[in-house]
């Protein structure tokens, strides 16, 4: 079974450790809207965290980064009067070192990313959308910021009155992600933010009408449970470009090419609208505290 | 008294600890021949050990780097399939990070540098010889190589055919050499390589003129013991560009400049032959392995 998986960071590390269990082909298409460059490097979080948990060396605890990084580089940067909001740890700046001499040295992200996940002996596919610089931009009354800015310097407080993509609109969906996408039996939505992760996809032209128009079924594991994500910001981000922050949101921003939508049994009283959408609708516990509900999750997702 | 040192790597560096200590206007001008781009990043060595040393962080018993560090970056980077015979800790990579940054937003090496000494609360003035990329390239049957490929990649083992600083005919010394130079009341070339520290500098054009014509009384400490240096390659490339390999080498290739020189003991017969080309010549234990030493080498080359 050929799967293409989207995935942005935390919670879709923990479908993609479910389903790199399965025997299945898979790829993991990554969000680069939250690529940042941070300290001089270019630093990819959403691309990383799926090499990492691929690997089998990322921090599970922490949700980002390597298992039992040290902070040397970051604390010294500190002592150097840097500004080091953004954490990155010692092996993790090794990751962003080797990708930013690739890309100077004339390599796409498509083509360093191969490079990383090959010396870290990840064995399935993880291709960014786009080689394109694209960057989500959150709009506040103290200006138009980086997420990362937002989310991380920020913490998620200032009001958010516009998101936007900023390069998306001339950003190409690459040769690789085309053939994914054409090849695939099962697409499948990892849960994940759909304003700061899936959003950047979608608004790279082409990849939305790929997803519709493409054979394979396309599945999506909603990332909220009532009004909350699992993790992150999505429901403030969600209510600023006047989605519903619900699974009923999630359902509108992807209906026009998504078949089916997986939902927490808690938002049952959702079903209906939902299926009025076209998509057909199940109920899960959507939860992954343990190794056993990634699993679980995997294997409905491809049943789905 | 307003001292300036002239500064290569480990053997300058006890030099300065021993200057540090003393109630003296001190500048340190650094070798740049020395510089590289590795990791993406670029590396000057000589220039961060001056920095290391003057903050009280620099690792004595390796004689490069910052005591304590880690180097979990440069592992991983290994593990990336990078080759890391270059060794660099993870703070020394923190070091290189910002400089790298401040380097391609414009700032020249001598503000980027003034930078680093400032966050490390070193008041004491560290400015390169030139803002210009001057790179000493050894040559070697087995090619042309970068001084680091030659002496910390190859170990030093290739025969050498040639030494010379691509980038010195059209580099300039920066004002603030200049200025260091014409105010200064001594100047001071610590132990170092002559090919490989000094000889970068003296290849910048107006150096060696600006040496010659400065007021300051110019003094050396040879890093010769014998026909040894005391740490790196220097005899084998004294040898290499024609120089006889011993402290009447060293008096040879600055005459013209220098007022005096400090010998070791043991070289009481090279007295006279390196009086004879007009430099002063007094003798002096001149190995440094205790604290003392190096503030006993201090004063003297102050009284010299």
């Known amino acids: 079974l050929k799967v293409v998986a989207l995935a942005g960071g935390t919670g879709s590390a923990k479908l993609l450790r479910g389903l790199d269990k399965l025997r299945i082909?898979?790829?993991?298409?990554?969000?680069?809207?939250?690529?940042?460059?941070?300290?001089?490097?270019?630093?990819?979080?959403d691309i990383d965290i799926a090499c990492y948990t691929l690997a089998g060396v990322a921090d599970r605890a922490r949700g980002w980064g390597?298992?039992?990084?040290?902070h040397r580089s970051l604390e010294q940067l500190a002592k150097l009067?840097?500004?080091?909001?953004?954490?990155?740890?010692?092996?993790?700046?090794?990751?962003?070192?080797?990708?930013?001499?690739?890309?100077?040295?004339?390599?796409?992200?498509?083509?360093?990313?191969?490079?990383?996940?090959?010396?870290?002996?990840?064995?399935?596919?993880?291709?960014?959308?786009?080689?394109?610089?694209?960057?989500?931009?959150?709009?506040?009354?103290?200006?138009?910021m980086h997420l990362q800015e937002f989310w991380?310097?920020?913490?998620?407080?200032?009001?958010?009155?516009?998101?936007?993509?900023?390069?998306?609109?001339?950003?190409?969906?690459?040769?690789?992600?085309k053939a994914a996408l054409e090849g695939a039996?099962?697409?499948?939505?990892?849960?994940?933010?759909?304003?700061?992760?899936?959003?950047?996809?979608?608004?790279?032209?082409?990849?939305?009408?790929?997803?519709?128009?493409?054979?394979?079924?396309v599945v999506a594991l909603s990332p909220m449970v009532g009004t909350s994500p699992f993790s992150g910001p999505a429901g403030k981000l969600m209510k600023a470009v006047g989605i519903r922050a619900d699974s009923l949101g999630v359902a509108k921003l992807y209906s026009g090419f998504l078949d089916s939508l997986i939902i927490s049994d808690g938002d049952?009283?959702?079903?209906?609208?939902i299926a009025s959408l076209g998509i057909d609708c199940s109920l899960a516990d959507t939860r992954m505290t343990a190794a056993s509900d990634e699993l679980r999750l995997a294997k409905k997702v491809l049943k789905a």
């Open 185 to 217: 039996d099962r697409v499948v939505l990892c849960p994940a933010n759909p304003v700061t992760s899936i959003g950047p996809m979608l608004a790279v032209p082409g990849f939305r009408t790929g997803l519709a128009g493409c054979e394979a079924k």
């Open 81 to 144: 009067g840097t500004p080091t909001w953004f954490k990155l740890g010692d092996m993790d700046m090794a990751t962003c070192l080797f990708r930013t001499r690739l890309l100077r040295e004339g390599a796409t992200l498509t083509q360093a990313t191969r490079s990383i996940c090959s010396a870290l002996g990840v064995s399935r596919n993880v291709i960014p959308v786009t080689d394109d610089p694209v960057e989500t931009r959150i709009v506040t009354p103290q200006g138009d």
């Open 66 to 70: 390597i298992q039992g990084d040290s």
């Open 268 to 273: 049952v009283s959702l079903k209906e609208d």
């Open 152 to 177: 991380v310097r920020d913490g998620g407080r200032p009001s958010v009155t516009r998101v936007w993509y900023r390069g998306a609109r001339g950003a190409m969906v690459t040769e690789e992600v």
């Open 25 to 45: 082909d898979l790829t993991v298409v990554a969000n680069v809207g939250d690529n940042v460059w941070m300290y001089g490097l270019y630093v990819c979080p």
